[in-house]
């Protein structure tokens, strides 16, 4: 599989095409979001019941949610996602779908497999990356890190705290965290973009992933703060749309205002759904989607 370096711009362009998804069939792409959302909540209701059943939680039991968590997200939520970007590329190609089609990658020959293969490769590569930074600046640092952390939570209301100064090289921790992580994002990005939509297996899904992310840090970056400074400002603006629906309903009741805010919170969470993977949507097309049929839709298989 060929992928493509794309120029820095490429940022800005992945993350325009995002916002602008869902024009040729709204009504799937975003009800496939709201579906997706909704599956995804179902590792927190767990939580909930089991903590409003047992009241205090034991080791165990957290152990238990911890690992119910991880493998519902690999093994649920990992072909959810697979199934999502498919709908994206259906929507894309014209092809009929509906928002149920992201379901159709849990059907016999629709490459569930493969799609939570390809995951659990990037998760051990993922480990590895963050476990060699941690390696590199060993225990003593993280130690002093700790002490730090330490002296903020144990500082009383109202006094200033007494923080012990930064162990050395803690800018260069955080920086090469930073650039991992972006990278990071990518291979994740490309490899799930390549087991959801082309024939490729799961060890060259992954490769085509490292490959396409090395190729393109620089747009990753740009990309990267883009996405932060438009997230600042929809949360400002969601921010200030629940207070004022909040506020409006608080004189009548306060559990009015909690009601009239949940749908706007509802109806954004779905469009951070749209975005994105309508970003890593658009940054496969760009990079490894040049051969894509058409054609295909909905659950079905996608050449590339």
Not at 190 to 205: E, I, K, T
Not at 206 to 232: E, F, I, Q, R
Request: proline content about 4%.
């Amino acid at each position: 599989m060929t992928t493509r370096a794309m120029g820095p711009i490429a940022g800005f362009g992945w993350l325009k095409q995002a916002i602008n998804q869902g024009g040729g069939n709204p009504k799937a792409v975003f009800g496939g979001a709201g579906l997706l959302m909704l599956v995804a909540l179902v590792p927190t209701l767990v939580q909930i019941v089991v903590q409003g059943g047992m009241g205090a939680v034991s080791a165990t039991a957290t152990v238990g949610l911890l690992g119910f968590s991880v493998l519902y997200s690999l093994l649920v939520m990992g072909p959810l996602f697979a199934g999502y970007l498919r709908l994206l590329h259906a929507n894309e190609s014209g092809a009929p779908v509906h928002a149920t089609s992201i379901f159709q990658i849990f059907q016999a020959g629709q490459g569930a497999g493969r799609v939570i293969g390809v995951l659990l490769l990037v998760l051990v590569l993922g480990l590895l990356l963050f476990g060699a930074i941690a390696l590199a600046f060993g225990g003593d640092f993280f130690a002093e890190m700790a002490v730090v952390m330490q002296a903020l939570e144990s500082a009383e209301p109202g006094e200033a705290p007494v923080i012990p100064a930064l162990p050395s090289g803690t800018g260069t921790l955080f920086a090469l965290l930073f650039i991992v992580g972006v990278f990071f994002n990518g291979v994740y990005s490309l490899a799930l973009g390549q087991a959801a939509l082309g024939r490729a297996g799961v060890g060259q899904s992954l490769a085509d992933g490292l490959l396409g992310a090395l190729k393109n840090l620089l747009p990753l970056l740009v990309l990267t703060v883009a996405v932060l400074l438009a997230g600042l400002i929809a949360l400002f603006v969601l921010a200030l749309g629940v207070a004022l629906l909040m506020a409006l309903g608080s004189f009548i009741n306060p559990a009015l205002g909690m009601v009239l805010a949940a749908p706007l919170y509802f109806a954004a969470m779905v469009a951070l759904y749209v975005v994105m993977f309508g970003v890593i949507y658009a940054m496969w097309r760009d990079i490894c989607g040049g051969g894509v049929d058409t054609a295909a839709g909905g659950g079905h298989e996608v050449a590339a």
